[in-house]
């Protein structure tokens, strides 16, 4: 009798962790939507990992979701292809193959849900120089703090999504996957991706359209603050969180 309450109470511990492992990612993917639009509504430069899709979508007018959809998308063929050509490196069975492309296929409807999150935060977010001249919020000083909340909001997600170790986000899979490729420190490679996705949006955007799009500041600050902000976060928090959703 004692065993099956044991059992019980076991089953109900896993499934109230799972389902906490599930708000924590949930949440960090509306925070890292949030973070990633409202970089990009301050008007001072958007997040590098988005540089290019917001290139893109502002010389050819597209939707700004749709557009890092389509990055997110070639982020993932990337993986897999890198994924596929060190299986033998490393030495994955067909099992542990399958399931490694399995989970970076799994990016793809993740990033569909995500790209209509951050198109819902594009609408009701608004372009504060645009829309609030001369206010607070639409002036230097206001959008400075804007960014430096745009930045801490998409630390913390991208921390949250990680502490919760479900499907990764296409931007920092292909980071980790590169940084397999390459047997580098994956904060190393996040620098060196940033920079390039900030390379290839400068040359397209004056190729194309004669001036920079996208880049300034806020490009610069969110490639420094955001991996601070992780680092920060999980100093506090990481133990207690893994801890809670059960990926410790």
């Given at each position: 009798?004692?065993?099956?309450?044991?059992?019980?109470?076991?089953?109900?511990?896993?499934?109230?962790?799972?389902?906490?492992?599930?708000?924590?990612?949930?949440?960090?993917?509306?925070?890292?939507?949030?973070?990633?639009?409202?970089?990009?509504?301050?008007?001072?430069?958007?997040?590098?990992?988005?540089?290019?899709?917001?290139?893109?979508?502002?010389?050819?007018?597209?939707?700004?979701?749709?557009?890092?959809?389509?990055?997110?998308?070639?982020?993932?063929?990337?993986?897999?292809?890198?994924?596929?050509?060190?299986?033998?490196?490393?030495?994955?069975?067909s099992s542990q193959l399958c399931?490694?492309?399995?989970?970076?296929?799994?990016?793809?409807?993740?990033?569909?849900?995500?790209?209509?999150?951050?198109?819902?935060?594009?609408?009701?977010?608004?372009?504060?120089?645009?829309?609030?001249?001369?206010?607070?919020?639409?002036?230097?000083?206001?959008?400075?703090?804007?960014?430096?909340?745009?930045?801490?909001a998409t630390g913390v997600g991208?921390?949250?999504?990680?502490?919760?170790?479900?499907?990764?986000?296409?931007?920092?899979?292909?980071?980790?996957?590169?940084?397999?490729?390459?047997?580098?420190?994956?904060?190393?490679?996040?620098?060196?991706?940033?920079?390039?996705?900030?390379?290839?949006?400068?040359?397209?955007?004056?190729?194309?359209?004669?001036?920079?799009?996208?880049?300034?500041?806020?490009?610069?600050?969110?490639?420094?603050?955001?991996?601070?902000?992780?680092?920060?976060?999980?100093?506090?928090?990481?133990?207690?969180?893994?801890?809670?959703?059960?990926?410790?």
């Open positions: 009798m004692s065993m099956g309450k044991s059992t019980g109470n076991s089953t109900e511990k896993c499934t109230g962790k799972t389902w906490l492992r599930a708000v924590v990612y949930v949440s960090g993917m509306v925070l890292l939507a949030f973070g990633i639009s409202l970089n990009k509504k301050t008007g001072l430069g958007v997040s590098p990992i988005v540089s290019v899709a917001n290139a893109i979508s502002e010389i050819w007018k597209l939707n700004f979701g749709n557009t890092t959809f389509g990055l997110y998308v070639s982020f993932v063929v990337v993986e897999l292809l890198v994924h596929m050509g060190i299986r033998k490196r490393e030495g994955w069975s399931r490694i492309l399995l989970l970076d296929l799994c990016q793809v409807p993740i990033s569909l849900i995500f790209t209509r999150v951050l198109n819902l935060f594009e609408m009701v977010i608004p372009t504060f120089s645009e829309e609030m001249p001369g206010q607070f919020w639409g002036g230097m000083a206001g959008r400075l703090i804007l960014l430096v909340i745009a930045v801490i991208v921390a949250l999504i990680l502490d919760a170790k479900w499907i990764p986000n296409p931007g920092d899979g292909i980071v980790q996957a590169l940084a397999d490729l390459f047997r580098k420190e994956t904060g190393f490679m996040k620098n060196c991706f940033d920079c390039g996705c900030v390379t290839v949006t400068a040359v397209m955007s004056m190729l194309l359209a004669g001036h920079l799009l996208g880049l300034g500041i806020g490009t610069i600050l969110a490639m420094i603050g955001v991996g601070r902000t992780i680092a920060v976060f999980n100093k506090f928090t990481k133990s207690s969180i893994t801890m809670a959703v059960g990926t410790a």
